[in-house]
């Protein structure tokens, strides 16, 4: 039996959220104000899914998707909307998720946001294989969504894909291959085994090097401004191509001084600027990007003092604060005991980029007592999808209590 249901809002996730009988229900791939028919999927925790069957009343932001996948492909969630509203649900989402989880008041309408083009903008793809088909996984299944084209991904991942389509169908195609990753700059071309049974063989790489020009052996060389960073193949990098240019900028602002640290520090997309700033810059990147990072610096002149400690290790070791941090935690945010060593130290300026909205509430409530929010920025890194990355700034209550020295 079908339901016939008024969705109030999105939320995080994507699915729409409507009420029946005192019930709350979700729903993908529909809009705010729509009504809907609806079919009951699976229940769990008290929370009822339902499929999508039939949009009666439709949003004016309501669009053609553009992709012949989407609905069935795992990768996107939004392309039902137009860009425009896109992001403004994604600042109401994030509105309404620091105060729910932070207890954050904080008006959508400060939250400032940067947005670059809505397709063609991902550098970096995961494909999988399946009985001589590419294609991605289809939402909440490991079934294969077969496709040839993505139009969120970059000209050159769309090329990769037609001749994957090509390659597969090739009796030379070794099967045991689940699946590959592809990350570009347009010009190079960097391939990652993601999964395989056996070990891949060298001239598979001359095959796809043959097939896809600019393929490279080893790591790929990302220009970004006036920087030239050497991305390894297990090193982590924003995918969004568009935005790349920005985020330093966004990130940084007008901050310079004395000293500062960069937690989580990568390849070193925020090192490096901030080295042109500070006179001392520490970063903190306990993963294989740190080799990566070091090059980096080396190879641009500047002076960055890398540790490859956990963040958590070195935050406990530190005597002192900076006047500046940057931190780009993974999804699972600072965590408990970095903020609360942050909140000890209190540096003057603390600035987090963060890819969760949750887990970034729930770090700016453990920072709330000593630091106030100078600003929030959305950073629509990932149009198309329910993801977002935030940028905020904070600063002391009281800047005359700061210590100013490095570990």
Not at 120 to 135: A, D, L
Not at 378 to 396: C, G, R, W, Y
Request: glycine share 8%; hydrophobic share 40%.
């Amino acid at each position: 039996m079908s339901l016939e249901l008024r969705v109030e809002k999105l939320i995080y996730g994507g699915d729409g959220l409507s009420r029946l009988d005192g019930e709350v229900v979700f729903t993908p791939f529909v809009l705010p104000g729509e009504t809907v028919e609806a079919e009951r999927a699976e229940a769990r925790q008290h929370v009822q899914r339902t499929r999508l069957l039939r949009v009666t009343e439709p949003s004016p932001d309501r669009v053609d998707p553009p992709c012949p996948v989407f609905g069935r492909c795992g990768g996107c969630q939004y392309q039902h909307a137009n860009y425009d509203a896109q992001l403004r649900l994604k600042r109401d989402i994030l509105a309404e998720t620091l105060r729910r989880v932070g207890k954050i008041e904080f008006d959508p309408a400060r939250i400032g946001i940067e947005a670059g083009e809505p397709f063609g903008y991902r550098n970096r793809v995961q494909f999988h294989f399946e009985r001589g088909q590419v294609g991605y996984r289809e939402m909440n299944s490991r079934r294969l969504a077969p496709i040839d084209r993505c139009p969120i991904g970059s000209p050159k991942i769309n090329e990769a894909i037609g001749a994957l389509n090509r390659m597969v169908r090739d009796r030379r195609w070794p099967d045991f291959i689940g699946g590959l990753e592809v990350f570009t700059d347009e010009r190079q071309v960097q391939w990652n085994v993601l999964e395989s049974e056996r070990p891949v063989a060298k001239r598979f790489f001359e095959w796809l090097a043959e097939e896809v020009p600019g393929t490279v052996a080893g790591p790929l060389e990302y220009t970004v401004n006036e920087d030239v960073f050497q991305v390894s193949g297990t090193s982590f990098f924003q995918v969004n191509r568009f935005l790349l240019p920005r985020l330093a900028r966004l990130a940084i602002g007008d901050a310079r001084g004395a000293t500062a640290w960069d937690l989580y520090a990568g390849a070193g997309l925020f090192s490096l600027p901030l080295a042109r700033r500070f006179e001392r810059v520490v970063a903190v990147e306990a993963g294989r990007s740190a080799a990566d990072l070091r090059h980096n610096a080396q190879r641009a002149g500047l002076k960055v003092n890398t540790t490859t400690e956990q963040t958590e290790v070195f935050l406990a070791g530190a005597k002192s604060a900076p006047e500046f941090v940057l931190a780009d935690p993974p999804r699972a945010g600072l965590g408990k005991a970095a903020a609360a060593r942050l909140l000890a130290l209190r540096p003057q300026a603390l600035t987090i980029v963060a890819c969760d909205p949750a887990t970034l509430a729930r770090d700016l409530a453990a920072l709330a007592p000593a630091y106030r929010i100078e600003s929030v920025t959305l950073v629509d890194l990932f149009p198309q999808t329910f993801h977002l990355e935030t940028i905020a700034k904070l600063a002391l209550h009281d800047l005359g209590s700061t210590a100013h020295a490095t570990k």
